[in-house]
């Protein structure tokens, strides 16, 4: 079994910054891409950012230069620094990882978390 819980995120002024976390825990072989996305009232669900398991990453164009996603290998965690928020970034926000397990990490599966609830105000 593979949980992924998230911690962080509330409510914000706009301008304001806010930390989320993602923890991932069970019978991890190895954790891969790990990403952030943000689903708002009567959106889709879209990708945030991502970072593979070498630090490579990638930003929607919507948040490039004010959120950094980072991850720690060893603790299976991904991290989401989100600054100069805005009001259009109000949504919940979901941690999704690709994990491998079994004893040789043949089995890989994409993971979701519980989602979190960001709300920038004015």
């Known amino acids: 079994q593979v949980q992924l819980v998230e911690s962080g995120g509330g409510l914000v002024q706009a301008g304001g910054s806010l930390s989320l976390s993602c923890a991932a825990s069970?019978?991890?072989?190895?954790?891969?891409?790990m990403a952030w996305y943000r689903q708002a009232p009567g959106k889709q669900r879209a990708l945030v950012a991502v970072?593979?398991?070498?630090?490579?990453?990638n930003y929607a164009d919507s948040v490039k230069g004010r959120f950094a996603i980072s991850r720690d290998n060893a603790k299976n965690t991904v991290y989401l620094q989100m600054n100069s928020l805005k009001l259009e970034d109000t949504a919940v926000y979901y941690c999704?990882?690709?994990?491998?397990?079994?004893?040789?990490?043949?089995?890989?599966?994409?993971?979701w978390g519980q989602g979190t609830q960001v709300t920038v105000s004015s």
């Open positions: 999704n990882a690709v994990i491998s397990v079994g004893s040789r990490g043949q089995y890989e599966s994409s993971y």
């Open positions: 069970g019978n991890i072989f190895r954790t891969n891409n």
């Open positions: 970072i593979t398991r070498g630090g490579a990453t």
